[in-house]
């Protein structure tokens, strides 16, 4: 049975998250009506990772199993297609190995995070930035985010449902980076691990929020990781401005030279 990786974009506010939820809209579930569309049947893909209600993606990856072989030049324009009416696209396509796995074989995911800071409303880029009116330090904040890099217990920046079996996780890059915009200036943060504890990118942001504001100081960012618990977290930002932005294989399925 063939099996296929596709790169997937998609705009989250209309959907519950990533994961399939009965008659609830969801990114898998949309992917998965429009490959019933092209093969009839009950389709199960797997993804790297799930993102929650509103969180975007500019390359979610996942993977399928069909029974007929296509190209995948036919097959990301046929689910394209039939994905037309919700802000779902598959951005590339390629055949792997039937042991290639979306999920087990990723060796690393990258987020991405968007802050707005105007005192004016967000009009175009409403839904797809955390909108903060105030300036924040982003010096501040990026020496903050200094003491979350490496290997560390993150149970303070921890969903208190998340699944995982440990709150141990390295973190290898948490940059921020202040960029003029047409809109005006964001906060653009870039964060890179293996894997990531549910809600800890949103937590980390929302942490070092309060460091750029003026309402820590950035050595309590360590305080707060040191204390491992949930309470000393910051407020945890929206997740509007939270995209996942890549992930990474040994073997990248979508290089030129892998087609």
Same mark, same amino acid.
């Given at each position: 049975?063939?099996?296929?990786?596709?790169?997937?974009?998609?705009?989250?506010?209309?959907?519950?998250?990533?994961?399939?939820?009965?008659?609830?809209?969801?990114?898998?579930?949309?992917?998965?009506?429009?490959?019933?569309?092209?093969?009839?049947?009950?389709?199960?893909?797997?993804?790297?990772?799930?993102?929650?209600?509103?969180?975007?993606?500019? $390359?979610?990856? +996942? #993977?399928?199993?069909?029974?007929? @072989?296509?190209?995948? /030049? &036919?097959?990301?324009?046929?689910?394209?297609?039939?994905?037309?009416?919700?802000?779902?696209?598959?951005?590339?396509?390629?055949?792997?190995?039937?042991?290639?796995?979306?999920?087990?074989?990723?060796?690393?995911?990258?987020?991405?995070?968007?802050?707005?800071?105007?005192?004016?409303?967000?009009?175009?880029?409403?839904?797809?930035?955390?909108?903060?009116?105030?300036?924040?330090?982003?010096?501040?904040?990026? $020496?903050?985010? +200094? #003491?979350?890099?490496?290997?560390? @217990?993150?149970?303070? /920046? &921890?969903?208190?449902?998340?699944?995982?079996?440990?709150?141990?996780?390295?973190?290898?890059?948490?940059?921020?980076?202040?960029?003029?915009?047409?809109?005006?200036?964001?906060?653009?943060?870039?964060?890179?691990?293996?894997?990531?504890?549910?809600?800890?990118?949103?937590?980390?942001?929302?942490?070092?929020?309060?460091?750029?504001?003026?309402?820590?100081?950035?050595?309590?960012?360590?305080?707060?990781?040191? $204390?491992?618990?949930?309470?000393?977290?910051?407020?945890?930002?929206?997740?509007?401005?939270?995209?996942?932005?890549?992930?990474?294989?040994?073997?990248?399925?979508?290089?030129?030279?892998?087609?």
């Amino acid at each position: 049975m063939p099996r296929y990786a596709m790169k997937i974009e998609y705009h989250g506010g209309p959907f519950v998250g990533w994961q399939r939820q009965t008659d609830l809209s969801s990114v898998q579930g949309a992917v998965e009506a429009a490959l019933s569309e092209l093969e009839p049947g009950v389709h199960n893909i797997a993804a790297a990772g799930r993102t929650d209600a509103g969180v975007h993606a500019l $390359a979610q990856v +996942a #993977h399928c199993d069909l029974t007929q @072989d296509w190209s995948p /030049f &036919r097959l990301s324009e046929a689910l394209n297609y039939h994905l037309r009416r919700v802000p779902v696209a598959i951005v590339d396509c390629a055949a792997v190995a039937p042991d290639w796995h979306a999920r087990f074989s990723a060796r690393e995911r990258r987020y991405h995070y968007r802050i707005l800071t105007r005192r004016a409303p967000a009009t175009h880029l409403k839904g797809l930035v955390w909108h903060i009116k105030q300036h924040l330090d982003v010096d501040a904040m990026q $020496a903050g985010a +200094a #003491h979350l890099i490496g290997k560390h @217990d993150f149970t303070t /920046f &921890r969903s208190t449902i998340c699944q995982a079996d440990s709150p141990v996780k390295t973190l290898d890059r948490l940059d921020v980076r202040s960029v003029e915009g047409d809109h005006g200036t964001e906060i653009h943060f870039d964060v890179r691990a293996r894997s990531f504890l549910h809600n800890q990118v949103r937590s980390l942001v929302g942490t070092l929020e309060r460091v750029g504001a003026g309402s820590w100081y950035p050595d309590q960012v360590s305080e707060a990781l040191n $204390a491992r618990d949930r309470a000393a977290c910051g407020p945890v930002c929206p997740p509007t401005g939270l995209y996942l932005a890549g992930v990474g294989y040994p073997d990248d399925p979508f290089a030129p030279e892998a087609s």
